[in-house]
């Protein structure tokens, strides 16, 4: 997945200068994770796709589209054909059924003269997987792109993959050493000027496996007040360190999330965690 803003691409590296904010601070809308219920499905299945963002109520704002195939990172997953991509209903998830998108999407390419024939997936091309392309985007009030995040969506063709993928599963999460995830019920942990806040996360190992090989997981932590030691983590039991610094005048509470991400598109988010920030 990826994001991206009118400001600067700087602001999408990890702080690389003190000027710019790292990527694990939530100051302004943010796109999380795009959660997928079916991570990796057939030609013929579906599948849900869900925004999770910060702040949670800006979800809904968003428009999605999909492509079923993209010429690749190097051009931000842009489709081969641009105008084939098929737009979807607009809200916080959106339902994709790739069979009928194919099939509109070769149409598409029909319409517009191109010689190259039908993309992998689409019935009458050789059988295998194809990684298609959902994309979620947010314009401002003069339509104007402010985020968009792309998540890669494996699709297998003619028949449903032999081992489908399954999003990771997030346990546990502690803060300061104490359970958050599931909740222990204690007082929220505190984030004091100058300190530094433990946080940890443990995911289910048995779902980042793949037909029995482990697979690779990656923990990212995010915080609205504070900053991030380093703030990511290799999984599945991975932690960083939120210090005490930049705080903001008046803010009394801040927010943890925590997302684990594997390396076949599965993704899965926890939080809001509160904890209290010194006056």
Not at 73 to 92: F, I, N, R
Not at 109 to 116: F, S
């Amino acid at each position: 997945m990826r994001a991206r803003t009118l400001a600067p691409l700087l602001l999408l590296a990890a702080g690389c200068a003190s000027d710019f904010d790292p990527r694990s601070y939530l100051a302004d809308l943010r796109v999380l994770a795009l959660v997928a219920d079916r991570p990796e499905i057939g030609f013929a299945e579906s599948t849900t796709v869900t925004a999770r963002t910060w702040p949670e109520d800006r979800a809904a704002t968003g428009t999605w589209s999909f492509c079923p195939y993209s010429v690749g990172s190097s051009v931000g997953y842009d489709c081969v054909v641009p105008a084939c991509e098929q737009p979807l209903p607009a809200g916080a998830s959106v339902a994709v059924a790739p069979q009928p998108l194919t099939l509109a999407f070769a149409q598409c390419v029909q319409a517009l003269g191109g010689g190259a024939g039908l993309p992998p997936g689409v019935p009458g091309a050789p059988p295998g997987r194809v990684e298609t392309v959902v994309r979620y985007t947010v314009r401002d009030a003069a339509g104007a792109v402010t985020r968009e995040a792309v998540l890669r969506l494996p699709v297998t063709y003619p028949d449903p993959p032999a081992s489908p993928n399954h999003n990771p599963v997030i346990l546990r999460v502690e803060i300061d050493g104490q359970a958050v995830l599931p909740p222990s019920g204690g007082a929220p942990a505190r984030l004091v000027r100058g300190g530094k806040l433990p946080v940890r996360a443990v995911l289910d190992a048995p779902e980042i496996t793949s037909g029995g090989t482990p697979e690779g997981s990656v923990l990212s932590f995010y915080a609205t007040a504070g900053r991030f030691d380093f703030d990511r983590a290799i999984g599945p039991d991975g932690s960083a360190e939120l210090e005490g610094k930049e705080l903001v005048a008046g803010v009394t509470t801040a927010q943890i999330w925590v997302v684990a991400r594997d390396l076949r598109g599965g993704q899965a988010v926890a939080g809001p965690f509160d904890v209290e920030v010194q006056p």
